[in-house]
């Protein structure tokens, strides 16, 4: 099956799931989605947010496979689910599994892994991770929105490596109009 992305797109902007719930960033669950779909990423974790969300199982399962997707939905309370998404049949169920162990969820999620690295077991402040302000200023310098996309951290020694990966997600999505 040829998979013309143009229309998986449009498809997902229209769709009334996964809506960012600030409106500093209304697409960013759609564009983690668009770039599993698109082939950037292996898999990825979208937050569907809204009022009475949870009651939105089926509809949300019919979505994700009417998109091509293989997913494990996760109910987190009533208005909010969580679906861990991908082309590939296996990386849902391992995604679900690995949810609590952050340097192999984040190799799943498609960061680099001197990223994931940095991050570390996710206790925060971690000295390798690159400052805030710092990496505010490198995304402005390459022309990237800090708040408005799907990223990671980056790390202090390896930024300048991990930043294309950035760059090519946000071409990806400036290409099919999802920014």
Avoid: C
Wanted: no cysteine; glycine share 6%; charged share 25%.
């Amino acid at each position: 099956m040829t998979r013309n992305l143009h229309q998986l797109a449009t498809q997902l902007k229209e769709a009334p799931y996964f809506v960012g719930w600030t409106s500093s960033s209304p697409l960013i669950q759609k564009q983690m989605i668009f770039l599993v779909l698109s082939g950037d990423k292996l898999a990825s974790n979208p937050i569907h947010f809204k009022e009475g969300g949870a009651n939105q199982v089926d509809e949300i399962e019919k979505f994700l496979t009417d998109l091509g997707l293989h997913y494990k939905i996760t109910v987190q309370d009533n208005d909010s689910l969580e679906a861990f998404i991908s082309l590939d049949s296996h990386l849902p169920d391992l995604l679900k599994k690995t949810s609590d162990s952050p340097l192999l969820f984040g190799l799943l999620l498609g960061f680099p892994a001197t990223a994931v690295q940095a991050f570390g077991d996710n206790t925060l402040p971690s000295k390798d991770l690159m400052e805030f302000d710092d990496e505010r200023k490198l995304f402005e310098d390459a022309g990237l929105p800090y708040d408005d996309m799907p990223t990671f951290r980056l790390s202090k020694l390896h930024a300048n490596e991990e930043l294309p990966i950035i760059k090519r997600w946000w071409s990806t999505l400036a290409n099919y109009d999802l920014v």
